[in-house]
């Protein structure tokens, strides 16, 4: 699969954020966009604002039966679903030591198990195309986890355990698999994470921040050349480069940020 114009491409969580973001520059790059999301309203009014190409199809992706019903529509509309945009997440906070599970079990439902059943309802298809692309939105906290938000970065890890594996698996289809690892972003998520736990700081550090613009800018441009990973910014970059090298050093410098 080549390029961006006319092709098929679901978005989840494209409701706001990053999501709508992508969904936004998708569509002037030239494909047909399904906006998938719970919020009904956000999606039809993001709809009209693109107009044509542009369709909202209500779905929560912790229901893997909404899921399959986005696919089938998507392939009754369009014929084919060329491009899977992986994006609705939950955010959480709270310490390990007393991590509420229910709230973390709901987390992996939606980042993780959400996110898995909407591979497997779109690979049948693009295998049969012989042709597609996944692209995960992950996290710079599915490369090192940090106090207060491990049941947030143990679902990214995991969704990074997915995409690796399944790169190799459907390669021979055809199916190229990107992930996107965005660090601090410009939007609403953290204000609507999940509170399941005590916190050591109440207001998390944001270094580095980024608009979700530019995260979907590095979205469409991976899709274009089939990039098999992108750190969004040379700080994660250089970030991620002394977690491998020196992982003691950052160890430092998390005690310190959070033991003040």
């Not at 047909?32 to 693109?50: C, F, H, S, W």
């Not at 529509?73 to 955010?91: C, F, H, P």
């Not at 736990?197 to 991976?222: I, T």
Request: proline residues 3%; aromatic residues 4%; glycine residues 6%.
């Amino acid at each position: 699969m080549k390029g961006i114009q006319d092709r098929i491409a679901i978005v989840t969580g494209a409701s706001r954020g990053i999501g709508e973001a992508v969904a936004r520059q998708l569509h002037a790059a030239g494909a047909t966009v399904v906006l998938a999301a719970r919020n009904q309203e956000r999606l039809d009014t993001l709809a009209n604002a693109l107009g044509e190409r542009a369709y909202a199809l209500a779905t929560d992706v912790s229901e893997p039966e909404q899921i399959r019903a986005l696919v089938d529509e998507t392939i009754r509309r369009s014929g084919r679903v060329d491009i899977l945009i992986n994006n609705a997440g939950v955010g959480l906070s709270g310490l390990v030591a007393d991590v509420q599970m229910d709230a973390l079990r709901r987390v992996f439902d939606v980042n993780v198990f959400g996110a898995l059943a909407c591979i497997q309802a779109c690979v049948p298809h693009m295998r049969e195309q012989g042709a597609g692309h996944i692209v995960n939105i992950s996290s710079i906290l599915g490369k090192r986890s940090v106090p207060q938000t491990a049941g947030y970065a143990a679902t990214k890890f995991a969704l990074q355990a997915l995409s690796d594996a399944l790169r190799i698996e459907e390669a021979p289809h055809g199916i190229s698999v990107t992930v996107v690892c965005p660090g601090s972003t410009d939007t609403e998520f953290r204000d609507n994470e999940i509170p399941a736990g005590s916190v050591l700081l109440a207001d998390r550090p944001r270094v580095n921040m980024v608009s979700a613009d530019r995260v979907a800018r590095s979205v469409v441009k991976a899709i274009r050349y089939r990039r098999r990973e992108v750190l969004i910014t040379p700080f994660n970059r250089f970030l991620f480069a002394l977690e491998r090298l020196s992982p003691r050093t950052v160890d430092l410098a998390l005690r310190r940020t959070y033991h003040k």
